[in-house]
C-alpha cells in the first residue's frame, strides 16, 4: 500500500502559475508509475499527466500539453505538476494516483491505478 499526499493547490489568477507536489510513502519503491487527475464540479474524473516511475517518460493530456509539466524525484519520492499559463477551466481538484503494475505503457486511465490523494483545490480567476 502507498499513501499519497498533494499539496500546492490555490487561487491564482488566469495566466498565473503554481507547482502541485505529491509524496509517496508506505511502499514508495515498487511504484512503477505515477499520473495526475483532475475533477471539475459537475464533471468527471479527467487524465492530466502520467510519469514512468523507472524510465522517467512522461505524457500530457492534450488540453495541458506545453502548460503542464509532470516530473519526479525519486529521492524524496515525491511526483511534481507545474502548471503555467492557468486558465479558469483549468479549475479543479488535482489529484495524484500511482501503480504498481509495470506495463510497457504509461497508465492513461483512473482503473489503471491503486492507490489515489486525498486531492487539492486549484482555483483559477478569470
Known amino acids: 500500500q502507498v499513501q499519497l499526499v498533494e499539496s500546492g493547490g490555490g487561487l491564482v489568477q488566469a495566466g498565473g502559475s503554481l507547482k502541485l507536489s505529491c509524496a509517496a510513502s508506505?511502499?514508495?519503491?515498487?511504484?512503477?508509475?505515477m499520473g495526475w487527475f483532475r475533477q471539475a464540479p459537475g464533471k468527471e474524473r479527467e487524465f492530466v499527466a502520467a510519469?514512468?516511475?523507472?524510465?522517467?517518460?512522461?505524457y500530457h493530456a492534450d488540453s495541458v500539453k506545453g502548460r503542464f509539466t509532470i516530473s519526479r524525484d525519486t529521492a524524496k519520492n515525491t511526483v511534481y505538476l507545474q502548471m503555467n499559463s492557468l486558465k479558469p477551466e483549468d479549475t479543479a481538484v488535482y489529484s495524484c494516483?500511482?501503480?504498481?503494475?509495470?506495463?510497457?505503457?504509461?497508465?492513461?486511465?483512473?482503473?489503471?491505478?491503486?492507490?489515489w490523494g486525498q486531492g487539492t483545490q486549484v482555483t483559477v480567476s478569470s
Open positions: 494516483a500511482s501503480t504498481f503494475d509495470r506495463r510497457s505503457w504509461l497508465p492513461l486511465t483512473d482503473q489503471e491505478y491503486q492507490s
Open positions: 508506505g511502499r514508495p519503491s515498487e511504484i512503477a508509475a
Open positions: 510519469i514512468s516511475w523507472i524510465t522517467g517518460s512522461i
